[in-house]
Nanobody
Framework: VQLQASGGGLVQAGGSLRLSCAAS????????MGWFRQAPGKEREFVAA???????TYADSVKGRFTISRDNAKNTVYLQMDSLKPEDTAAYYC????????????????WGQGTLVTVSS
């Protein structure tokens, strides 16, 4: 499984970005997927997850502002980020998990490269 994240960039506070994560593999529709982020000097933290069934869960810090979704026809998972704050600045990583709605990095077995999101104040 290969994961390719894209869509990061520089945005002003209050703005929006949409991250994409394209996955290889014929069975993407059966993958449980998630997004994590890591700011400089900090540990990687959970952002959002979506199960193969389409159910979702979010970190409290992004609930109501971020939306995770998937398009199985395109083998892609998205993270729509609205009302961005400077504290959202981080490298964002997509990953595949064997567990439903997993929230810890150890439950993910494949990772994409990070895409950098910078939110200016």
């Amino acid at each position: 499984v290969q994961l390719q994240a894209s869509g990061g960039g520089l945005v002003q506070a209050g703005g929006s970005l949409r991250l994409s994560c394209a996955a290889s593999g014929r069975t993407f529709s059966s993958y449980n997927m998630g997004w994590f982020r890591q700011a400089p000097g900090k540990e990687r933290e959970f952002v959002a997850a979506i199960s193969w069934l389409g159910s979702t869960t979010y970190a409290d810090s992004v609930k109501g502002r971020f939306t995770i979704s998937r398009d199985n026809a395109k083998n892609t998972v998205y993270l729509q980020m609205d009302s961005l704050k400077p504290e959202d600045t981080a490298a964002y990583y997509c990953a595949k998990s064997w567990a439903l709605l997993a929230m810890t990095p150890g439950q993910y077995d494949y990772w994409g490269q990070g895409t950098l999101v910078t939110v200016s104040s």
